[in-house]
């Protein structure tokens, strides 16, 4: 444990020394709650709500797509990593480090949704609430770090970056992030619950308001965890096979 | 007591045979020089070594122990390749993150004052020279204070001062008792450090000795002469053609001069001399094995 929270450290510390990384997951979401969010719904406290905690889901899936699919191909170009498994340690603490990073900075990048929805929007949230959205996002954070995981595992670094790109985004509009929770086009309805970004903001609407997530949804994210878990775990076994057997 | 040890150790990369039945034993106490071209295997015999792969066939122990357990590595220090080094950590928090790693490491200070990299503790890695980042890589290996250290092509591509540098910090661990295996293609670096070489070729233990021993196991001379045509010479295990010379690599000097003579050939300026470990080397490691081919004149390579 003490060494994860080392392998933690160092991998923060070697994220934030290059923070255009950091920006990259928060640009986008807070620059989407500036100019959808604040002039549309900011004036309503429901649907400013609602705005929010689906930016901050869009916040939580591209950070975990982008530093697990990026990161680990990256770090799997680098000589340094066969070396750290060299060290008298397992893989164990490497990972649990990674993922206690990811966590850090997943939290930090929705930061800026965040403080924008308290200074430019009347959005609220009861401390209760609050407390149960920080859990509910560790929670579909879950998701999204296996997605990136096994894009990071399973291919090279530049054939990861453009597939985290192309992943991302039709996952964010087709699971109605980009959009109020019922005010979708027809075919992001259509297509929505069946997209593990729509099962993740139910949740996250849940924890916020008084929606009733939408049993497909919910049933669909469970399944989108196996089966990513499923796929994470055989990149990675492979790319072990490859490396280290 | 023996802290490293491969019996018959075989291991495949898909159809290629990288290494064919190695034995070797590293003893505590030793300086052992793996030598061998580039392909030969020895990062291959490395890597089983500190568990980063699995033997298709035979086994691999380190301290006694299987090397995938990390128990079985507390001991040992292994060099990262210096191209590797997390760019945008500095030099200090390197040393500490792999420190963080051994239950007595060496004080950092200590350690980038042994390698001359004091002033540079604040440095990222990304900023540092070559020579620098190479020095900073073979310090990784000693910071557990280990009993045995596999350094893997240590100076490759440093400047002789570096090397220099470098191999006084290598000499100065075995002195206090540590165990040294490191691999080189650099025979001057073999001949400097080790006392003990081992080479390999093609997956295979070729020879197994003392620097000394190797040399005269080999035994190849070089007969270098001016002349036409030659006709077939016995032992001759590598013809160079350098401008008007023509050097001859043989196993058996003194007959090779006899029968030049007696062919009735004309030659001038005739030297012989001994040749470099590395020549040694080359001839051992050239297929078809210890120097009984009889290479015609017109396969000439010259380096």
Redesign the interface.
Same mark, same amino acid.
């Given at each position: 444990m003490r060494l994860a929270l080392v392998h933690a450290r160092y991998q923060l510390l070697q994220t934030l020394r290059i923070p255009v990384a950091v920006f990259g997951s928060a640009f986008f979401p807070a620059v989407a709650m500036l100019f959808f969010v604040v002039p549309f719904a900011g004036d309503d406290p429901t649907g400013a709500t609602y705005a929010t905690a689906a930016m901050v889901t869009f916040a939580v899936m591209s950070a975990n797509i982008f530093q697990y699919g990026v990161g680990v191909a990256e770090d799997r170009d680098q000589p340094w990593n066969p070396y750290t498994r060299t060290l008298p340690a397992g893989a164990a603490p490497a990972f649990a480090g990674r993922v206690l990073a990811g966590l850090a900075l997943t939290f930090l990048s929705l930061l800026p949704v965040v403080v924008i929805a308290a200074l430019f929007t009347d959005a609220r949230i009861s401390p209760g609430a609050f407390v149960l959205a920080v859990v509910v996002v560790g929670l579909i954070s879950v998701p999204f770090t296996l997605m990136g995981l096994a894009i990071g595992y399973a291919l090279p670094s530049k054939a990861a970056i453009v597939v985290a790109q192309i992943v991302f985004f039709p996952l964010a509009f087709g699971g109605g992030l980009l959009s109020a929770p019922d005010a979708a086009p027809a075919f992001v309805r259509a297509i929505a619950p069946y997209l593990p970004t729509r099962g993740a903001v139910e949740l996250m609407w849940a924890a916020v308001g008084d929606w009733r997530p939408a049993p497909v949804s919910v049933v669909m994210l469970g399944v989108w965890v196996v089966a990513l878990a499923a796929l994470a775990g055989w990149a990675y076994r492979r790319d072990e096979g490859r490396r280290f057997r | 007591m023996i802290l490293a040890r491969a019996d018959q150790a075989t291991r495949r990369y898909g159809d290629v045979l990288a290494l064919d039945r190695v034995d070797l034993d590293v003893r505590a106490g030793e300086l052992v020089g793996l030598l061998g071209p580039n392909g030969a295997g020895k990062s291959t015999l490395l890597n089983l070594l500190?568990?980063?792969?699995?033997p298709t066939a035979g086994r691999v122990e380190l301290f006694g122990g299987d090397p995938r357990d /990390?128990?079985h590595?507390?001991q040992?220090g292994?060099? /990262? =390749?210096e191209?590797?080094? /997390?760019a945008?950590?500095r030099v200090g928090?390197v040393v500490d993150?792999?420190a963080?790693?051994?239950p007595d490491p060496v004080p950092r200070g200590e350690l980038l004052d042994r390698f001359g990299l004091t002033d540079q503790a604040r440095r =990222?890695t990304g900023g540092l020279s070559g020579g620098q980042r190479r020095r900073l890589a073979v310090a990784?290996a000693f910071v557990?204070r280990p009993r045995l250290v596999l350094l893997d092509e240590p100076t490759t591509g440093l400047d002789v001062e570096a090397r220099h540098t470098l191999w006084e910090a290598i000499r100065g661990f075995h002195a206090d008792g540590g165990t040294v295996l490191l691999s080189s293609h650099y025979l001057e670096e073999v001949e400097a450090l080790a006392h003990r070489v081992v080479v390999i070729g093609q997956g295979r233990v070729l020879a197994d000795d003392t620097t000394a021993a190797i040399r005269s196991v080999v035994g190849v001379r070089r007969v270098s002469l001016v002349a036409g045509d030659l006709p077939d010479l016995p032992g001759v295990v590598r013809v160079e053609q350098v401008d008007d010379r023509t050097h001859l690599l043989t196993t058996d000097a003194d007959r090779l001069v006899r029968e030049l003579v007696a062919s009735g050939v004309s030659f001038r300026d005739l030297e012989v001399r001994p040749t470099s470990l590395e020549e040694a080397f080359l001839a051992i490691t050239a297929p078809g094995g210890q120097g009984t081919v009889t290479v015609p004149g017109q396969q000439a390579t010259a380096a």
């Open positions: - | 500190v568990g980063l792969r699995r /990390p128990a590595r507390l040992v292994v060099t /990262p =390749q191209t590797g080094l /997390p945008t950590l928090e993150f792999v963080a790693h051994y =990222q990784l557990g």
